[in-house]
């Protein structure tokens, strides 16, 4: 499969943070975010976890900058820019994670 090029109105942004919602068990919640880890993308994927296989969550996807909201905390950015920098190191945007 090939990817997206990002374009003139798209970032590439790279999977940082995957859990279930607490709300529902039912619910994959996946983060993307910008390589310096100050904007990001919350994604949620519903699936049923016994019957069927989990969603497809690739290591990147294009996002447009109104797609995007800030990150609050340095802790935070720094987490995501390091988690962002792991996952372009050792993945191509579109392998499945």
């Not at 993308?41 to 294009?62: D, H």
Request: charged share 35%.
């Amino acid at each position: 499969m090939s990817h997206t090029e990002p374009t003139a109105e798209t970032e590439r942004i790279w999977m940082v943070e995957r859990t279930f919602s607490a709300d529902s068990p039912h619910i994959l919640v996946i983060v993307y975010a910008t390589p310096d880890g100050a904007r990001y993308r919350q994604k949620e994927r519903a699936f049923n976890r016994f019957g069927a296989s989990a969603p497809e969550v690739t290591a990147a996807i294009e996002a447009s900058p109104d797609e995007l909201r800030p990150v609050e905390t340095a802790d935070r950015r720094e987490r995501y820019a390091t988690e962002a920098e792991r996952m372009r190191d050792r993945h191509d945007p579109d392998d499945a994670v």
